[in-house]
């Protein structure tokens, strides 16, 4: 007998169990698990708002955390020299900025910056990267594990192809690192890394970072309920929902004075 799949709380609890007991891992995958399951509520909504059907919306929802990622690898890279616990997210080798750049300028074009910059950018991520640019060390840490972490260690892989059906493949370049050979090897490092990071901290520090991923995974959240744009078929909607609107109220009219 087959098993059943599991559900999205059931693939989060087998993820944050391969975390060390009382480890930072897992006390940071604990923190979330109201934001993350609110999250993945967004998600499925913006999915089923038709986020996949028109490529302004994604682009918008993409900008996010772009706009966010961007700031945090500078800040990364900006400290990775001088600082140990920095120096060892740095070692994992991820830069998703590049990917994200990539995938804007396919949806939206060429001027995919501005767009970004003046017609995407919401109040949320605007203080979230006030806060990224201010970050310490330890908050870099917790800013790692939610921007980073969705993609190397969440639905990134399951995503792709859906972007690639709705997009066409230039618009899946966020993904390149997290698919393919080595998946599973991949998610482990990010575990072990942040888990490693933990058993060097104090418990003061500790408890920061914990602290820390509980507000960012927060922002991440206003960010998705602050985009603005509306499928480009949405319009359509509405004028059929108005033609019939009046089609039926112009026979209910007529029915009364008959």
């Known amino acids: ?29 604990d923190t979330i698990r109201h934001s993350h399951s609110v999250g993945q509520a967004l998600r499925t909504a913006a999915l089923a708002a038709g986020v996949m059907t028109d490529a302004t919306c994604y682009a918008e929802l993409l900008s ?6 961007n700031i945090l690898e500078e800040r990364l ?13 740095a070692e994992l080798g991820y830069h998703f900025k590049t990917g994200y750049e990539q995938d804007l300028k396919a949806l939206v074009g060429d001027d995919w910056k ?41 639905g990134g892989a399951a995503l792709k192809p859906r972007v690639k059906k709705s997009f066409g493949e230039d618009a899946t370049n966020v993904f390149t690192d ?51 744009k509306n499928p480009y078929w949405l319009k359509y909607v509405y004028a059929t929902v108005g033609v019939v609107f009046v089609v039926t109220a112009t026979v209910l009219y007529r029915r009364k004075n008959n």
């Open 77 to 89: 890279n900006s400290r990775k020299e001088n600082s140990k616990v920095i120096s060892q997210i």
């Open 178 to 228: 997290v698919v393919g050979i080595g998946r599973g090897d991949r998610r482990k490092q990010f575990i072990e890394c942040m888990d490693n990071i933990g058993d060097q901290m104090s418990p003061d520090a500790f408890a920061r970072v914990v602290a820390a991923s509980g507000t960012f995974m927060s922002l991440n959240n206003e960010m998705m309920m602050a985009v603005k």
């Open 64 to 69: 996010q955390f772009y706009v966010t990622t």
């Open 1 to 29: 007998m087959s098993k059943s799949p599991l559900n999205e709380e059931q693939r989060t609890n087998k993820v944050r169990d391969q975390g060390k007991p009382d480890g930072l891992f897992r006390a940071a995958m």
């Open 114 to 154: 501005t767009i970004v910059s003046n017609e995407f950018m919401t109040e949320p991520a605007k203080k979230y990267i006030e806060q990224l640019q201010q970050a310490n060390d330890v908050e870099l840490v917790a800013a790692s594990f939610i921007l980073w972490g969705p993609l190397v260690i969440g």
